[in-house]
């Protein structure tokens, strides 16, 4: 299994970011998939959740400014994110489901002016 | 939400020695199917998270019997046996129960 995120960068407060999560090594439209969170020296932090069949869940801190989507054909997972706030900032890991045992390498998300 | 509360541990730990990590949640994580649904993690420094455990006592693939996970539905521990120092790093709970899924802040393990 191997998970491999991109688009992060810096960005302003207000504007959005797209970040990718490229996964192989296993049949991706098979699995839900996480994005996972860790803000500079702090803890982990749940995100968003895709199911196989698309059905999604978001955490109330990004609710209404984030979606996470995905495209099996590509084998791809994605977060959209907008209206970024700068307690946003963070490495953002994207995890496969059932039971979190895979994670990429994180991609870093700093949102400052 | 359920809230994740981990317990701190008293460092360093000499290798050798035994460790044990605990977590409390604010609410039963055993679902309808019995099973009892916390992970473990462990994250080195400039890792990304390690899975340990899952379903309270499995571990997960690889994982060294040093680490045992065991408790209630609302309190658990993760037990590391004969410490090494590649076992140092912060070691976090997660309940995945019920979403929004939730972490413990994190207990720091370091290694004398």
């Given amino acids: 299994v191997q998970l491999v995120e991109s688009g992060g960068g ?44 698309s059905g999604t869940v978001y955490a109330d801190a990004v609710k209404g400014r984030f979606t996470i989507s995905r495209d099996n054909a590509k084998n791809t ?18 995890a496969k489901n059932g039971p979190l045992e895979d994670w990429g390498q994180g991609v870093m998300v700093t949102v400052s002016s | ?32 199917d019995g099973k009892t649904y916390l992970n473990w993690f462990l994250q080195r420094p400039g890792q990304s998270p390690q899975l340990l455990t899952y379903w309270m006592s499995t571990r997960a693939s690889g994982v060294s019997d040093r680490f045992s996970g065991s408790g209630s539905g609302t309190y658990f521990t993760l037990k590391i046996s004969r410490v090494r120092a590649e076992d140092a790093g912060v070691y976090y709970c997660q309940q995945v ?11 720091k393990l370091e290694i004398k």
């Fill in chain 1, 10 to 53: 810096l960005v302003q407060p207000g504007k959005s970011l797209k970040l990718s999560c490229s996964a192989s090594g296993f049949t991706f439209s098979s699995y839900g998939m996480h994005w996972i969170r860790q803000a500079p020296g702090k803890g982990l932090d749940w995100v968003a959740y895709i199911s196989s069949s």
């Fill in chain 1, 77 to 94: 997972l994605y977060l959209q994110l907008n209206s970024l706030k700068s307690e946003d900032t963070a490495i953002y890991y994207c």
């Fill in chain 2, 1 to 32: 939400d359920i809230v994740m509360t981990q317990g701190v541990l008293p460092n360093p730990v000499p290798s050798g020695e035994s460790a044990s990590i605990t977590c409390r949640s604010s609410k039963s994580l055993v679902y309808k």
């Fill in chain 2, 97 to 107: 129960r019920e979403y929004p899924l939730t972490f413990g802040s994190g207990t």
